[in-house]
């Protein structure tokens, strides 16, 4: 069965400007006027729930800003599409997924903006810390996310870092005990001027996709994808066998043959190889149901029904389990589900055409707001989680839940993250283990100190936490105080207002390292520093940027918003997706997990312990005492 593409002729000219409608506009007054007294996180659940969908149309119209300022740089409206495939397929380079802007989103285009560039600090390209910001010195060791974000690579590392480029020489203050003499980062290569105000605020060109098109796993050229893909018809993705499992293969230089792997450590190892696994068990399941289908349709159809699925997933459980607030789970699963939920729309599909509130995002028509879809360099900023990486990672089995080592984290990155599995661990004891383990909170004063003093396989020497802070200042990202007020959260003028009554030590910390100017304060550093919503594992300013951006990557998205229909998907593939869980996918892939994860609610969500690892008493997998 082929499925019948959207034919071009059917398609409207994008709409440029971000229209809400009357009600919209009034719910958006009468949240406002409510906020004045209750925040949002105070409502009950499903009230606190229209209070998020409205102050995201809000956002919506305020913090939408393409990286370009002729629009004409994402491609022409009607731009013949090079290849028909990709009509009903994702290319790996993320072109023509719109088929308006074939550029918008693609590899190798700019980053966009969730604030007016003309609202900007000019991007401060000359490097020296001043002020200099606080040390991420690690001494709170805490916990309220678990588990790590499943497509953390999905980021938009790796841009451009020209080692012909210029580099920042950091100066170290006096008596720092750091590795190395000075601090030299090569700076962001910024896009060429296109047009004046790119010279206050250069643009950044992001060499990965911007679609939730798992191009971690497939790459960002189709070039990659098919190096990565088995040489038979299968539309398989490759993967070694060794007689105790599947594995990533390697490299001569023993990098990871994957889509991103700049990064790379046991976590990426372990999710990379399951997605990679669900990939080729949707490959078997297409063969049986068509047998007669080429590799590259197995291989199109598969890729598809995985990207929507790690989308499915990230948006249902793991936003839920990192974000525990009733308002939040009932808005997450509305954005997916609708208000109808889950158990209406899997019987009887969408009831709301077009509503997204009604019947979830999925389906509900592309709209890119006005704005030509990309992430944002604000986006970027609020996911620089390091401190979820914690310091040392206890290991156990996952059959009898014995422990059986713990491992600092600096030797389970890059060439050491098939160490455990060198060791005879399985996948499913390393996922059983991520399960029981926390990750570090993020907070101040919680920085991995493998990151501080972290040197990469080129040999580049860091402390990321000064270098997350950097980055920020160089691309213009505003500082705290200013990010807040272009949210339209309000804006602490002073450090005590910043931290809360509770933490007065923090506020003296804060407010000595920045001169007492608390407009000085990084985004970063005062993002960690606020008083967190109850069951929020992040700030609520870092919250406001994914609450949009969370939404709009499946808004604009073809293959999501738009041919949401078994005719692209295969009914066999999108029944898979709508009716898969993490669970499901981990306990397909490694059955031996299937006890533990009865007994959890949410794969993201602390599992259920066995007896056996309870017995293990160190910080890893056991909760701080409460203070
Ligand atoms: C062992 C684990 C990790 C390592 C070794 C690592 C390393 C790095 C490095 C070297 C960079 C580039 C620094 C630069 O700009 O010079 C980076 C950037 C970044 N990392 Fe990580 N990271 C890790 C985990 C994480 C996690 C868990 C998250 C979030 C969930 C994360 C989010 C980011 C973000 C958002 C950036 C900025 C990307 C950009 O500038 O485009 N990283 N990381």
Not at 189 to 201: F, G, H, N, R, W
Not at 240 to 249: H, K, L, S
Not at 471 to 490: A, I, K, N
Not at 601 to 623: D, H, L, V
């Amino acid at each position: 069965m082929e499925p019948s593409p959207k034919s071009k002729s059917n398609m409207s000219e994008p709409k440029r400007k971000f229209q809400p409608s009357l009600v919209e506009r009034a719910g958006v007054r009468t949240f406002e006027f409510i906020n004045r007294f209750v925040p949002w996180f105070k409502l009950p659940g499903l009230i606190g729930a229209f209070n998020l969908a409205f102050l995201r149309i809000s956002l919506r119209n305020y913090n939408l800003h393409d990286g370009y300022v002729d629009p004409s740089a994402q491609g022409r409206y009607g731009d013949a599409l090079e290849d028909e495939r990709f009509l009903n397929a994702r290319n790996s380079d993320g072109k023509y997924n719109s088929l308006e802007l074939p550029l918008m989103g693609c590899a190798g285009m700019r980053f966009g903006r969730n604030f007016p560039p003309r609202e900007l600090p000019e991007a401060d390209r000359g490097g020296a810390l001043d002020p200099e910001p606080p040390g991420h010195q690690r001494e709170v060791h805490g916990a309220k996310a678990q588990w790590l974000h499943p497509g953390h690579d999905a980021q938009p590392a790796g841009r451009g870092l020209d080692s012909d480029e210029e580099n920042f020489h950091i100066p170290l203050p006096e008596g720092d005990k750091w590795s190395g003499k000075t601090m030299q980062l090569p700076k962001t290569k910024p896009d060429a001027t296109l047009d004046p105000s790119d010279k206050k605020c250069p643009g950044y060109k992001n060499p990965n996709t911007s679609w939730w098109d798992g191009s971690q796993i497939y790459g960002s050229t189709e070039e990659i994808t098919k190096s990565l893909r088995t040489k038979l018809p299968d539309g398989k993705l490759t993967l070694n066998q060794n007689g105790t499992g599947a594995f990533i293969p390697r490299d001569q230089d023993g990098n990871p043959l994957t889509g991103f792997h700049n990064n790379w450590w046991v976590g990426m190892e372990m999710l990379h190889t399951l997605f990679a696994l669900e990939h080729n068990a949707l490959c078997d399941m297409l063969r049986q149901s068509y047998p007669n289908w080429t590799g590259d349709q197995i291989f199109d159809k598969a890729r598809l029904v995985n990207c929507a699925l790690m989308a499915k997933i990230h948006t249902v459980e793991w936003t839920p389990a990192i974000l525990a607030h009733p308002a939040l789970e009932i808005g997450m699963n509305a954005n997916w589900w609708g208000i109808v939920g889950e158990n209406l729309t899997k019987l009887v599909g969408r009831i709301s055409k077009t509503s997204e509130i009604i019947s979830g995002i999925p389906g509900s028509g592309v709209d890119h707001d006005g704005v030509p879809y990309s992430l944002t360099e604000e986006f970027v900023s609020v996911y620089r989680m390091h401190s979820l990486i914690p310091d040392d990672i206890a290991f156990f089995d996952a059959k009898q839940g014995k422990h059986q080592t713990t491992t600092p984290i600096g030797d389970l990155a890059f060439q050491g993250a098939q160490k455990p599995l060198d060791d005879g661990l399985s996948f499913g004891d390393l996922f059983y283990t991520f399960g029981i383990n926390y990750p570090g909170a993020i907070t101040n004063n919680n920085y991995p100190d493998f990151l501080r003093d972290f040197t990469d396989p080129d040999g580049i020497h860091r402390d990321m936490g000064t270098v997350d802070l950097l980055r920020d200042r160089e691309r213009g990202v505003p500082r705290y105080c200013e990010f807040r007020r272009l949210l339209r959260l309000s804006v602490p003028t002073t450090f005590e207002e910043l931290t809360g009554k509770q933490n007065p030590t923090l506020a003296q910390e804060l407010s000595a390292a920045y001169g007492g100017d608390v407009t000085q304060v990084d985004a970063l550093v005062g993002s960690h520093s606020e008083p967190v919503i109850p069951g929020f594992g992040f700030s609520e300013t870092a919250f406001r940027v994914f609450i949009l951006m969370a939404s709009r990557r499946l808004k604009s998205d073809r293959f999501i918003a738009g041919q949401w229909d078994a005719a692209t998907y295969t009914p066999e593939g999108f029944r898979w997706v709508q009716h898969s869980t993490m669970k499901d996918v981990l306990v397909r892939h490694f059955p031996e997990l299937a006890p533990t994860l009865g007994r959890s609610k949410n794969a993201f969500a602390p599992w259920a312990q066995m007896e056996e690892s309870r017995k293990y008493k160190g910080k890893e997998t056991n909760a701080p005492p409460a203070k």
